[in-house]
Nanobody, 124 residues
Framework: QVQLVESGGGLVQTGDSLRLSCAASGRTFSCSRMGWFRRAPGNAREFVGLIRWRGSRTNYADSVKGRFTISKDNAKNTVYLQMTSLKSEDTAIYYC?????????????????WGQGTQVTVSS
């Protein structure tokens, strides 16, 4: 079992920055990667980015590439999503997720554990 708790969401303005955190506990030692997803109102959940639990290789959706950065602190079992140059279309509930598989990591179905989500609202 893995427990994930996101934090750091809030209301910001266009162009602002925000950092989300995802604190993991439980069987994280065998996790292959941590992903970030988001769900905007009326939309399906979409991939934002991922980071390998061992090592630091990352992958990002085109919509956030160059603006969002994922990092982690293994000692704290915490993954971060640094978001800069925020746009109104970034408004969504953001979820972190843990995967134990070695597939692409781009699809939500490849992740076994999910946090409860944190709301990010970007006001123009």
């Amino acid at each position: 079992q893995v427990q994930l708790v996101e934090s750091g969401g809030g209301l910001v303005q266009t162009g602002d920055s925000l950092r989300l955190s995802c604190a993991a506990s439980g069987r994280t030692f065998s996790c292959s990667r941590m992903g970030w997803f988001r769900r905007a109102p009326g939309n399906a959940r979409e991939f934002v980015g991922l980071i390998r639990w061992r090592g630091s290789r990352t992958n990002y959706a085109d919509s956030v590439k160059g603006r969002f950065t994922i990092s982690k602190d293994n000692a704290k079992n915490t993954v971060y999503l640094q978001m800069t140059s925020l746009k109104s279309e970034d408004t969504a509930i953001y979820y972190c997720a843990a995967s134990f598989s070695w597939s692409s990591g781009l699809v939500s179905g490849e992740y076994e554990y999910w946090g409860q989500g944190t709301q990010v609202t970007v006001s123009s």
